[in-house]
């Protein structure tokens, strides 16, 4: 595997073995844990903290240690000191939510334009008609469609939640099957165009029957009700605190089930079938592949996560209009996948996070600093806000990946590197790819 | 049978050969024009006859015709900027399969050149001296210049290194290009002091041109006026045209680039330098684009680094419909959307009484159209002058 | 009876007649070969028959059904099985998924079945599994299926895209230049493992082949294609002193010397 490992790679190999591997594990998620519970206000170092600890996650994946371990510091970060963190810093956990709803954005694109090889750059579009589905359904806005009718209760978020996989599922299907013959660059402008012609609706459909509220957008979203267990558990708190725990574990809840989905999906007759149209589809379709329902699965497969997050995603900000839904959202979800790596899920998780905390975090804080920079005296034009530069941001990473590094930071390095180890660890009868599949998985 | 294409060299051009191979692509251009417009006039014209008994409150067929002139120089104005723009991607596409996602932002740094040009001119206190043609005419040589440049270098720093790969992997840098090159404009826009909304200064255009009175009633009567910077558009877009077929059918160049076009390996076994040519390919569009931004400048006064995303992508909705790839074709498609534009933008709200917005659903019917080109005629009108590679 | 009975079967691409009203009749069980030199036509028939290419006017009936309009995937799923002369394995994969690719649609597994991991797609996909292995021993290659496909050998890919057609389940395998590229050695191996489906799968191969040897030692029954057209038909002896064939491939000189001498 590593015939000529380059330094950094041979030392990263030597720690990232037997007893040692657990050792510097266990220690680095530790440290980045004790250092962010010891610097809770919201600083440029609390950023980097949190960056650290959040690359523990990398790590955790990424170490020679037995599955169940994996799992347990994993669970400790996200369900431990991720949440009991946020009581005392509500910023950092809204990014946490943040970049769980994007990186289920992500795989689910991933599962289009990894899996499947559909560059689709009006991804959106179904995040945003899973988002108007609750924003219209549960507030009076519902009225204006069908007057005398009232809001659906909050509580029928959950059923939403389901509602709202299927209403992507529908639309994936619907714009899909006219377009899913195309040859893949045009697909990519005809589904630009088609979450332009959503964005076009969405702003337009305030006449001649108030569908949408137009420009203004949606305000006052319901949101689901507090479950009574949370209080009991995390006494001494506001329900304000309270209530972002909840959506933070509802993100990641939802996060872990689109994981896992897609993990099994990969890995079956489906997943091949997709692989082998990417490859080839020549050769795929000779070997007995329908190619246009498999594109189309997987299209509806990508529109129905985003369905379900617009549901979430509306629910957790309560307000949601056009602009939100823009071609610029596409194409930030499009750099997770391709910062990642184009059909690796890690790199989708990876790529999600990262672009996640640049665009939240990381420009706004240049922004900040610029500011106090300002106030001190040096000349920073008012104009200049670093934040509102996402644009050159997304389009560099796309431009350098594809020059320097197309398969990604974390590419897909698929069963066979399992396969292999799988094989010398373990005797030929048993099945090594079932194994170490279960294990990675896990 | 690639080879067969390419006309052999030693024939000596006569006038009326290079006449007819410039002028025959644009007479089928002409006729495109004339009958979308013919088509489009009486169909809407119909629909307004069988919808009159909805309205009461005006008489929806002389509303209709009333307006139809000034909709029919709309859609001309936008027909010739889609079909300006159209040509870069299509001239692209026919070399490089490719398709060029950043055009539209090449077309909006011409703008922003034309709008940098007008400010100098303006503070150095002569551009309300200059003669109108001649500022035209320096106007768009500076956006032809700036933009012929900026598509070169795009192509060799994010293009080039990326030939060969796998097609969507050149597609996503250039989406990556286009959106580096928004927020690249807007940052110079704003140390430059043109801001984000930057004012594109002209000198004075003269008040429109009064072609004829319409009669509405025995009393009242509505001029049909053309502006004067809608008619610059025309002229200076029709003259563009002449001088890109003279270019591509009639030059040793042009022939270089078909050959190209049609076989790479082929043409570079035949002593062409492919790079070269595919250079030479993003500079004559990258320039075409640029004059368009500079006109289209001139026309609305003002510019934004936004401008470019609109009109580029329904530019390549207009290259498919003509048929991607075929010069005459992106001409050809680009005067037939931006006519269709222009009839939905205008009588969208007047046949719905308002509950359509005209001028947003226009974009919504070049999607449409995109959408139904590529599933039912995929080779667009003109049908593809490349054949496809099996 | 005749398991494929292609009849008056055209292509035409722009004004060129690709293929000209060939017919093809196909006894179960045989072993036959399409020649011709290049650009003939072989291999557009070939795609004409898997659905590739629609035709443009003939009936192709297989198995008593015509396939004429089918898709190309339905046509596999019906029993036709194909190679490519210029290999087109999944590159990235790895020998065995692409036997597995090519048994998709004798799977039933669909979305369900791999989100809940339900018991029968469990053992659906381990019988799979079971059987890929078994395909890449029966040609050989039984020690490489962990590797990616284009890091085998130029032989074993060729070898690999046969066990990958008959993951399909074919009654009939399309083999296009098997043994293209190939030394001696290896296209006896190949030709030994082209009896073997016959003899031991009970699969009916039609065979685009340029090697002589390789045609003439197993072929039943030989059609030449030169032009688009059918120019001759017969039992390996007779193509070989067919003067048209000799014309086709040879020039006409050859043909007076052939007769001359």
Redesign the interface.
């Known amino acids: 595997m590593s015939k000529s490992a380059t330094l950094p790679q041979a030392i990263a190999t030597q720690f990232n073995r037997g007893p040692l591997a657990y050792a510097a594990l266990t220690l680095y998620v530790l440290v980045t844990s004790a250092l962010l519970l010891a610097n809770t206000r919201t600083s440029l170092l609390t950023d980097i903290i949190f960056v650290l600890f959040l690359f523990g996650l990398l790590l955790i994946y990424r170490a020679r240690v037995v599955g169940g371990y994996k799992l347990a510091l994993a669970a400790a970060l996200l369900l431990g000191v991720l949440p009991y963190f946020g009581t005392q810093n509500a910023f950092y956990v809204e990014l946490a939510i943040q970049a769980a709803i994007f990186v289920t954005l992500a795989l689910g694109l991933n599962v289009v334009v990894g899996f499947a ?1 559909l ?1 689709d ?1 009006g991804y959106v579009a179904f995040f945003a008609v899973g988002a108007y589905l609750w924003g219209v359904l549960s507030t009076p806005q519902i009225a204006q469609i069908a007057p005398g009718a009232s809001p659906v209760s909050p509580s029928m978020f959950y059923l939403f939640l389901a509602v709202g996989l299927l209403v992507g599922t529908i639309f994936g299907i619907l714009l899909g099957f ?2 899913l ?2 040859r ?3 697909l ?3 589904t ?3 979450g ?2 959503i964005r ?2 969405a ?2 459909l305030d ?2 029957v108030n569908i949408t509220n137009g420009s203004q957008g949606i305000k006052d979203i319901a949101r689901p009700p507090l479950p009574e267990v949370l209080r009991a558990i995390l006494p001494g708190l506001g329900d304000a605190q309270i209530y972002q725990i909840f959506i933070y574990l509802m993100a990641l809840l939802v996060l872990g089930v689109t994981v896992l ?1 897609v993990y ?2 990969k ?7 997709w ?2 149209i990417r ?2 589809d ?10 246009v329902r498999m594109k189309l ?1 997987a299209f509806a ?1 990508g529109a129905s996560f985003a369905g379900a997050m617009g549901v979430l995603f509306a629910a957790k900000q309560q307000f949601i209009n056009p602009p939100t839904f823009d ?2 959202r596409s ?1 930030g979800i ?1 750099a997770m996948v ?1 910062l990642g790596g184009m059909g690796s899920i890690p790199g989708a998780m990876l790529g999600g996070a990262l672009v996640t905390l640049l665009d939240l975090q990381l420009l706004p804080r240049i922004a900040m600093e610029l500011s106090a920079l300002k106030r001190q005296g040096i000349g920073i ?1 008012d ?2 806000d670093p934040a509102q ?1 996402q ?2 941001l ?10 320097f590094r ?1 398969a990604g930071v974390l590419p897909d390095e ?3 590197e399992e ?2 180890e799988g ?1 010398a660890e373990t005797s030929a009868e048993v ?1 090594p ?2 194994q170490s599949r279960a294990a990675s998985t896990s | 049978m690639a080879v067969a294409a390419i006309p052999t060299p030693i024939v000596r051009r006569t006038l009326r050969m290079t006449l007819a191979s410039v002028f025959g692509p644009l007479g089928q251009v002409f006729l495109f024009v004339v009958g979308s417009a013919v088509v489009l006039s009486v169909v809407t014209v119909l629909i307004a006859v069988l919808l009159r008994g909805t309205r009461t409150d005006v008489d929806l067929v002389q509303a209709t015709l009333v307006i139809l002139p000034q909709v029919l120089i709309d859609g001309l104005v936008r027909g010739f900027l889609f079909a300006t723009i159209a040509l870069g991607y299509t001239m692209v596409y026919g070399v490089l399969e490719f398709i060029n996602f950043a055009h539209g932002e090449i077309f909006m740094v011409g703008a922003f050149a034309g709008a940098a040009f007008g400010s100098v001119l303006a503070s150095s206190g002569v551009l309300s001296a200059l003669p109108v043609p001649l500022y035209v005419v320096v106007a768009v040589l500076v956006g032809m210049a700036v933009s012929g440049l900026l598509a070169v270098s795009i192509e060799r720093v994010a293009y080039r290194p990326l030939r060969g790969a796998p097609r969507l992997v050149p597609l996503i840098s250039a989406i990556g290009v286009s959106l580096l090159l928004q927020d690249a404009v807007r940052l110079i826009a704003n140390l430059s002091g043109l801001g984000f909304n930057a004012r594109f200064q002209t000198p004075n255009f003269g008040p429109p041109i009064r072609l004829a009175e319409i009669p509405v009633s025995p009393d009242r009567a509505i001029p049909l006026i053309l502006d004067v910077r809608a008619l610059t558009f025309i002229i200076a877009a029709i003259l563009m045209l002449i001088g890109l077929n003279y270019l591509v059918n009639a030059t040793k160049l042009g022939t270089a680039i078909r050959a190209v076009a049609q076989d790479r390996p082929t043409a570079s076994l035949m002593g062409i330098n492919v790079n070269q040519i595919i250079a030479l390919t993003f500079l004559i569009g990258g320039a075409l684009g640029g004059a368009a931004g500079v006109l289209f400048g001139i026309r609305v006064g003002t510019v934004n680094p936004y401008v470019g995303f609109l009109p580029g992508l329904k530019a390549f909705t207009a290259a498919v419909l003509g048929g991607i790839g075929n010069i005459p074709g992106a001409m050809v498609g680009g005067i037939v959307l931006g006519f269709l534009e222009a009839f939905v933008a205008s009588y969208l709200s007047l046949m719905t009484a308002g509950a359509f917005s005209g001028a947003s659903y226009a974009d919504i019917v070049a999607f449409g159209i995109l959408i139904l080109i590529l599933i039912f005629k995929p080779s667009g009108l003109l049908g593809e002058a490349v054949s496809q590679k099996v | 009876m005749a398991l494929l009975e292609a009849e008056n079967i055209t292509k035409v691409f722009g004004g060129l007649m690709a293929v000209n009203s060939v017919s093809l009749t196909v006894e179960k069980g045989s072993i036959v070969s399409v020649i011709g030199p290049n650009g003939a036509g072989k291999t557009t028939f070939f795609n004409v028959l898997t659905g590739i290419y629609k035709p443009d006017g003939g009936t192709i009936t297989f198995d008593g059904e015509s396939i004429v309009g089918l898709r190309p995937d339905q046509i596999t799923q019906r029993g036709i099985a194909r190679t490519f002369q210029n290999i087109r394995l999944f590159g990235n994969m790895t020998a065995l998924e692409n036997v597995m690719v090519g048994m998709h649609s004798r799977l039933r597994s669909g979305v369900w079945g791999a989100i809940f991991q339900t018991p029968a797609t469990r053992t659906e996909e381990k019988r799979a599994r079971q059987r890929a292995r078994e395909l890449l021993a029966f040609v050989g290659l039984e020690r490489r299926m962990d590797e990616l496909a284009k890091n085998l050998p130029y032989g074993d890919q060729r070898r690999l895209e046969i066990a990958r057609a008959l993951a399909t389940q074919p009654k009939l395998i399309l083999l296009d230049e098997p043994t293209a590229g190939m030394n001696p050695q290896e296209t006896a191996e190949a030709t030994e493992l082209i009896r073997r489906l016959r003899d031991e799968l009970g699969i009916t191969v039609i065979l685009i082949e340029h090697d002589m040897r390789v045609v003439m030692t197993i072929s039943e029954r030989i059609t030449v294609l030169d032009y688009g057209s059918k120019i001759a038909e017969g039992k390996p002896e007779e193509i070989r002193t067919n003067p048209r064939v000799i014309e086709a491939y040879l020039g006409r000189g050859a043909v007076v010397e052939a007769q001359m001498g």
Not at chain 1, 267 to 272: D, L, V, Y
Not at chain 1, 282 to 291: D, F, S, T
């Open positions: 090889g560059l750059l006219p377009v013959r195309l893949g660059d045009y990519a402008i005809v630009l165009g088609l332009e012609v076009v609706l702003v337009n006449r001649p989905v099994r999906l890995n079956s007759r489906i997943g091949r079938a692989e082998a490859e080839d020549v050769a795929a379709v000779a070997m007995g592949i329908p190619i699965l497969v071609l610029l194409i499009l391709i034009p104009w200049f530069y644009r050159a997304f389009g560099l990473l796309l431009i350098l990946m594809m020059i197309p698929r069963r066979r396969l292999r094989e099945e790819a079932a």
